[in-house]
């Protein structure tokens, strides 16, 4: 992987480090800049509508890897009004839709699964029950949960799980990577972060199991493992991902000794041959980015695979991280909201539109989610960096150009909500045998 680095930092001044090439897995990838799982609550009755596939076909570029918002794996796993999952036969049926758009035009997806623990309520919970935990204690208080009708409320008291039930959970993550491969995803995250479920585990700040699933740090990370094992084993370690975030404390999720806790993880990750390791960078939180002098280098520096980073990333912080080899990939989120076509924003050096942070979660099926502009051709072709600074380009990274080309033509063309037009070929899936029913 340093080797790369290398390669990289010699190139050439006005190089696009973002947008050179990236094997993953069986994929090779056109670019680095990939789209973040960020949850956008307009899957009405938690089933992806026409609204998705529009949304993220605009995000797509041939080669480049996007990631799909948080999935829930089962009913018990909501925290969110209008989350999607991926649980029932609607919800597989849905998704396809999404994903054969995204494929016509070219584009890799993974789906990002998670369940959020006691990050919920009791009105998402089947016949009002209590959401499950490693721990009975709720998400403190001053932090408060959105229910669907626009209202906050304290979390729920959660209830936590028998030592008995855990192996029941990890199987709904496996038949969730099930169901996401009969939907014709590439492979799935694992959403391991942020204060949800498995998270909510591996933190000794919520942990207070005394069983084989709490206690030490190879205790705490037994049901993540247990997870990423299953998962693997369902759809293949080389389609199988995970993100952490072992310095972060969203929702309480605090460590003693977070650093000892994600190097035990990242050592026993390294084990499995994953596409990649996302980290999230200390420096984001829910209310922004704030200046930190923690980072990601030591789990990067001890991760032996793919990794990609994200939170707060810009285009410069972004071709830097890069070029220095401190990531592989970016992944960036509130910066892709409000530009579909930030690959090609940042290969022209484009202006980007700003993001409109009340529509992030609202459930409107075209504002703040499918109305923001991408450039016109003239935009692209006039631009003042234009067509001269793609030729210089070219000459180093041609992927950059074939990406801005390939946006020129779907934009005088014109993409109509389901793709039906598109059949820019893919790279090949190998040895993925797609199930035929879903199990839900």
């Known amino acids: ?81 209008h989350s999607p999952g991926i649980f029932t036969v609607e919800q597989v049926e849905a998704w396809k839709r999404v994903v054969d758009a995204v494929h016509r035009l070219g584009g890799i997806i993974f789906c990002q699964l998670w369940h959020v623990g006691r990050a919920s309520h009791t009105f998402y919970q089947p016949n009002g029950a209590k959401p499950i935990s490693s ?27 028998e030592t008995t039930e855990i192996s029941k959970i990890v199987d709904q993550f496996r038949k969730a990577a099930r169901n996401a491969r009969l939907a014709g995803f590439d492979g799935v995250e694992i959403h391991a972060a942020h204060g949800y479920l498995v998270d909510q585990f591996l933190k000794d700040g919520i942990n207070d199991r005394t069983d084989e699933y709490g206690g030490s740090i190879e205790n705490r990370c037994r049901f993540g493992l247990e997870v990423v094992s299953a998962i693997a084993d369902e759809i293949g370690s080389d389609r199988t991902a995970i993100r ?13 000794d977070p650093i000892t806790l994600g190097l035990h993880l990242v050592e026993k990750l390294n084990r499995l041959k ?23 280098s030591i789990f990067r520096n001890a991760y032996r695979g793919v990794v990609m980073t994200s939170g707060g990333y810009t285009r ?15 992944a960036y989120g509130r910066l892709f909201i409000s530009n579909p076509d930030l690959p090609v924003r940042f290969a022209l050096e484009a202006k980007l539109n700003k993001y409109d942070r009340s529509t992030f979660y609202t459930h409107d099926q075209m504002k703040g989610y499918v109305d ?67 199990i839900c």
């Open 316 to 330: 410069e912080s972004g071709e830097e991280a890069i070029r220095t080899g401190y990531t592989h990939l970016v």
């Open 1 to 81: 992987m340093r080797e790369e680095s290398n390669v990289l930092s010699s190139c050439e001044d006005g190089c696009h480090f973002l947008l050179s090439p990236q094997k993953l897995g069986p994929f090779q990838l056109s670019h680095r800049v990939v789209l973040a799982p960020v949850t956008r609550c307009r899957a009405l009755n938690y089933v992806p509508q026409q609204a998705h596939i529009e949304y993220y076909s605009q995000r797509t570029t041939p080669g480049g890897l996007l990631i799909t918002e948080a999935v829930a794996v089962s009913q018990e796993g909501i925290g969110f009004p």
């Open 372 to 438: 923001y502009p991408s450039l016109s051709v003239k935009e692209i072709t006039e631009h003042d960096v234009g067509r001269s600074k793609m030729r210089r380009v070219e000459k180093k990274r041609p992927p950059v150009l074939s990406i801005a080309k390939e946006m020129v033509r779907q934009n005088s063309c014109g993409r109509s909500s389901d793709a039906s037009n598109w059949q820019t070929p893919r790279t090949p899936i190998c040895n993925w045998h797609t199930p035929r029913t879903p």
């Open 135 to 161: 721990t009975s204690h709720k998400v403190p208080k001053g932090l408060s949960i959105k229910l669907p009708d626009g209202e906050c409320s304290e979390y729920s008291s959660p209830r936590a799980l």
């Open 274 to 296: 994953l596409a990649y390791l996302h980290l999230t960078e200390p420096r984001f939180t829910s209310e922004g980015v704030t200046e930190t002098p923690d980072d990601c």
């Open 244 to 256: 952490i975030s072992p310095i972060i404390d969203h929702l309480g999720a605090i460590d003693s």
